[in-house]
């Protein structure tokens, strides 16, 4: 199918993309990276009149970092994350997530203020910003807010995004030195969603975890924060027993749906294996 007759619109600057979502407000859809946004206009589940792209907007672009934040403009695709020197070195959690996305062609045009807008519990960036401990720069008219990645995601599909924002940018506090990460995730093929996943962020004190944050890709209605399995670990040391528990705990707080992919109790008991592999993996890159 093609979609409907929509009007295109270009604007430079991010004022002329907020003027013009204001004008057209419910009429209006913000183009990013379109791998979502467009096979819904071609099957008309999505029927715009008004097609606002923001790949023309250079402020929403760009990685910098200053005073221990990184800053990652939403319109930064995923193949910038992952060649970036400054995130292999600082944050190589969100390179390593970003590596795992889809396919080379869906990274070099997928964005990832497009991916986290949409509130696809399926997408990686949820999960990841979760466990960077991320917030997320949201403009509109009335002015600029910021939102913790833990408070945003809110159902399928949405989110604390208000119609006529406009997600700017990315601030995520740079990991310490001696921090570990992995991105744990089972899929069926290159290019597929997660059957499941896990993001975990790891530091270790004295020999025991004194910071953990572990979240969880497509294992319920939206990205899964698996706090009670943070809270046993903490002061703790991360021997079996204590893995074996948050491995528990994350598969306690997952509500996954049963698709092509596998049953719920399948899923469930992934969502726990790549908990546990991440949690190992994490802990092995802990500068000891």
């Known amino acids: 199918m093609i979609p409907q007759p929509f009007e295109y619109h270009a604007p430079p600057t991010l004022p002329e993309a907020l003027a013009l979502l204001g004008e057209y407000g419910d009429t209006a859809k913000l183009l990013a990276g379109g791998h979502s946004l467009l096979p819904m206009m071609k099957l008309r589940f999505a029927q715009p009149e008004h097609l606002i792209d923001l790949n023309g907007i250079a402020e929403l672009r760009g990685i910098r970092e200053d005073n221990g934040m ?68 949201l403009r509109g008219a009335g002015g600029e807010r910021e939102v913790a990645a833990a408070d945003f995601f809110v159902g399928t599909y949405m989110t604390l995004l208000e119609p006529g924002e406009i997600m700017t940018g990315i601030r995520i506090p740079v990991p310490a030195a001696g921090t570990g990460y992995c991105y744990a995730k089972l899929k069926r093929k290159t290019g597929d969603f997660a059957t499941a996943a896990a993001a975990v962020v790891l530091r270790m004190s004295g020999g025991t975890v004194e910071y953990v944050r572990i979240a969880l890709t497509n294992v319920g209605d939206t990205v899964v924060h698996a706090v009670d399995a943070e809270q046993a670990l903490l002061g703790k040391p991360l021997d079996a027993r204590a893995v074996d528990t948050a491995t528990r705990l994350a598969m306690a707080a997952c509500n996954p749906a049963p698709d092509l992919r596998g049953d719920a109790d399948y899923k469930r008991a992934m969502a726990g294996e790549m908990t546990r592999r991440a949690l190992n993996t994490a802990h092995d890159r802990t500068v000891k």
């Open 70 to 137: 990184l800053w990652i403009g939403a319109m930064t695709t995923e193949n910038q994350l992952i060649w970036s020197d400054r995130l292999q070195q600082r944050c190589p959690l969100l390179v390593e997530g970003a590596r795992q996305i889809a396919d080379p062609q869906v990274r070099y045009r997928g964005t990832l203020g497009g991916d986290l807008s949409h509130g696809d519990p399926g997408n990686d960036h949820p999960a990841l910003m979760i466990a960077l401990d991320a917030s997320f720069v």
